[in-house]
C-alpha cells in the first residue's frame, strides 16, 4: 500500500490536519516567535450591541431610546452602570473582569468604530471586515488582512483557533488553525498518528508533521484533565465555555505564537436582550471571564500582550418592539493589554442625540476600523509605513496612543 492509499484508508487524504485538529498542515506550527510581543484578534460574531456595553450615561436619549434596556447611570446599585467617565459607563457584568483593567490602565474603548460596508448583512460586512481591502474595487476574498499582516512577521507566528481558516487569515502566508474545543475528538488513535508520522520522515513535512501531533497530544491531555477535575458532570463540559478555550489559546499563544484569531458568536438580540441582566449581559460576563482568564494564563507575558475585540457593526440605537436590537452600523472597539496606555475613551467622539445618529437609527462610524488598526500593529509590531500599506493598502494609520 502507498502513502496515498494509506492515508486514504485512514480517512484523512488530503486533510491530515483535520485528522490532527489542524488544518494546512504545511503551516508553520511552532516556529519560534521573532518577537516578543502577541496580539489576539476577537471577532464577536453577530453583531454585538454596543451601546450597552459602553454605556452613554450622559446622554438622556439613550434613556428616551432604551426604555426597558437601558443601563442605569453609575450609582450604588449593583445592575448600574460601572463609571469610566464624566459621559460613559461600563456594563455591569464585566464588574470583576474588565473594569479592572480598565482602572488599572490595561483596557481601553473606542467608540463609533466600525467599516464603511452599510449592508447591514452579517456575511457581507464580515467579509468586508476581514479582507481589509477597498469597497469600491475588486476584492480578494483569498486575501484576509490578517494574513496580510502574519507575511510582516515571521512565517510561522500565528494561528486561527477556528474551525475552518477564516477570510481574514487565508493568503499567500501559510496559517494554520485549530478548534481547540473539538480537537479531542478525532478518530485517530496513537496507533495511527505513529504510521502517519512515519511516513512523513526525512520530507519536507517531517518537522510540520510532528509538531502537529505534539500541539494535538498537549490539548487533548488538558482537556481531558479538566473533564476529570470537573465533579458530578459525568464528564460534559461545564458553563466555563469561552474561558476554558481562552485558557488553550493563552498557553499556546504565550509559548509559540505572535498572532492569533478567535471568534466568538451569538452577538445577534433582536429579542428580549435584556439590560443589567438577561441574555446579553450573560454573554458579556462570560466572554469577560474568557478575557480575564487570558490575561491570567498569559502570566508575566501579558505585558507584552494586546487584545483587540471588534464586531461587524453595531447595533440600533433604539430598542425595537421586541425588547431588542437590530442591526447597526458604528460600533465600540475593545483594547486590552499589560502595556497599554488604557484606562481611557479614545478616538473621534461626538454628543449622542437624535440628530447624530446615522441615518436617524444608528451610532455613526468615525474612526475606521483598518486606520484605528493599522495603529495598534504598527506599535505592537513596530512596522513602518510601508508594511502596514502591504496590511492596508492606501489607509493611513491612525495612531491613537495606546500602545
Known amino acids: 500500500m502507498n502513502r496515498r492509499e494509506l492515508l486514504k484508508s485512514l480517512g484523512v487524504l488530503g486533510t491530515l490536519g483535520a485528522?490532527?485538529?489542524?488544518?494546512?498542515?504545511?503551516?508553520?506550527?511552532?516556529?519560534?516567535?521573532?518577537?516578543?510581543?502577541?496580539?489576539?484578534?476577537?471577532?464577536?460574531?453577530?453583531?454585538?450591541?454596543?451601546?450597552?456595553?459602553?454605556?452613554?450615561?450622559?446622554?438622556?436619549?439613550?434613556?428616551?431610546?432604551?426604555?426597558?434596556?437601558?443601563?442605569?447611570?453609575?450609582?450604588?446599585?449593583?445592575?448600574?452602570?460601572?463609571?469610566?467617565?464624566?459621559?460613559?459607563?461600563?456594563?455591569?457584568?464585566?464588574?470583576?473582569?474588565i473594569y479592572p483593567m480598565f482602572k488599572a490602565g490595561e483596557a481601553a474603548f473606542i467608540p463609533f468604530a466600525g467599516t464603511d460596508d452599510l449592508s447591514r448583512s452579517h456575511f457581507e460586512t464580515?467579509?468586508?471586515?476581514?479582507?481589509?481591502?477597498?469597497?469600491?474595487?475588486?476584492?480578494?476574498?483569498?486575501?484576509?488582512?490578517?494574513?496580510?499582516?502574519?507575511?510582516?512577521?515571521?512565517?510561522?507566528?500565528?494561528?486561527?483557533?477556528?474551525?475552518?481558516?477564516?477570510?481574514?487569515?487565508?493568503?499567500?502566508?501559510?496559517?494554520a488553525n485549530t478548534a481547540l474545543r473539538t480537537i479531542n475528538k478525532s478518530n485517530m488513535d496513537d496507533k495511527q498518528a505513529k504510521i502517519i508520522a512515519q511516513m512523513y520522515n526525512k520530507t519536507g513535512l517531517e518537522k510540520q508533521v510532528n509538531d502537529g501531533f505534539e500541539v494535538r497530544g498537549e490539548v487533548v491531555r488538558d482537556m481531558q484533565a479538566e473533564m476529570q477535575n470537573n465533579d458530578g458532570n459525568r464528564n460534559a463540559i461545564t458553563t466555563k465555555g469561552f474561558e476554558l478555550e481562552a485558557k488553550r489559546i493563552?498557553?499556546?499563544?504565550?509559548?509559540?505564537?505572535?498572532?492569533?484569531?478567535?471568534?466568538?458568536?451569538?452577538?445577534?438580540?433582536?429579542?428580549?436582550?435584556?439590560?443589567?441582566?438577561?441574555?446579553?449581559?450573560?454573554?458579556?460576563?462570560?466572554?469577560?471571564?474568557?478575557?480575564?482568564?487570558?490575561?491570567?494564563?498569559?502570566?508575566?507575558m501579558w505585558k507584552n500582550t494586546t487584545v483587540v475585540v471588534i464586531s461587524e457593526f453595531g447595533r440600533t440605537f433604539r430598542e425595537n418592539g421586541k425588547r431588542g436590537t437590530d442591526h447597526g452600523h458604528g460600533s465600540v472597539y475593545w483594547v486590552?493589554?499589560?502595556?497599554?496606555?488604557?484606562?481611557?475613551?479614545?478616538?473621534?467622539?461626538?454628543?449622542?442625540?437624535?440628530?447624530?445618529?446615522?441615518?436617524?437609527?444608528?451610532?455613526?462610524?468615525?474612526n475606521?476600523?483598518?486606520?484605528?488598526?493599522?495603529?495598534?500593529?504598527?506599535?505592537?509590531?513596530?512596522?513602518?509605513?510601508?508594511?502596514l500599506n502591504q496590511v492596508f493598502a492606501g489607509v493611513k494609520a491612525r495612531d491613537l496612543g495606546l500602545v
Open 19 to 97: 485528522s490532527l485538529g489542524l488544518s494546512t498542515i504545511s503551516a508553520q506550527l511552532l516556529a519560534a516567535p521573532a518577537t516578543q510581543n502577541r496580539l489576539l484578534f476577537v471577532f464577536l460574531r453577530g453583531g454585538y450591541d454596543a451601546s450597552n456595553l459602553l454605556v452613554p450615561t450622559s446622554s438622556q436619549f439613550y434613556y428616551e431610546a432604551r426604555p426597558t434596556i437601558a443601563i442605569a447611570k453609575p450609582s450604588a446599585e449593583v445592575n448600574s452602570a460601572l463609571e469610566l467617565n464624566a459621559d460613559w459607563g461600563l456594563h455591569p457584568a464585566l464588574r470583576d473582569t
Open 250 to 300: 493563552a498557553k499556546m499563544m504565550r509559548d509559540k505564537y505572535a498572532l492569533g484569531f478567535i471568534d466568538v458568536g451569538g452577538w445577534d438580540t433582536h429579542v428580549n436582550q435584556g439590560g443589567a441582566s438577561g441574555a446579553l449581559a450573560g454573554k458579556f460576563e462570560e466572554l469577560g471571564r474568557g478575557l480575564a482568564a487570558y490575561k491570567n494564563e498569559m502570566s508575566a
Open 126 to 175: 464580515q467579509d468586508s471586515i476581514e479582507m481589509g481591502q477597498d469597497m469600491s474595487g475588486t476584492r480578494n476574498y483569498q486575501s484576509g488582512f490578517l494574513n496580510r499582516l502574519a507575511a510582516q512577521l515571521n512565517s510561522g507566528m500565528a494561528m486561527s483557533f477556528t474551525d475552518q481558516l477564516p477570510i481574514i487569515m487565508r493568503g499567500d502566508t501559510k496559517v
Open 368 to 387: 475606521e476600523y483598518r486606520a484605528v488598526l493599522g495603529g495598534i500593529f504598527a506599535g505592537v509590531y513596530g512596522l513602518n509605513s510601508q508594511q
Open 336 to 366: 486590552l493589554g499589560g502595556g497599554i496606555k488604557g484606562g481611557r475613551v479614545l478616538g473621534e467622539q461626538v454628543k449622542i442625540d437624535a440628530a447624530s445618529l446615522f441615518q436617524n437609527r444608528d451610532y455613526p462610524v468615525l
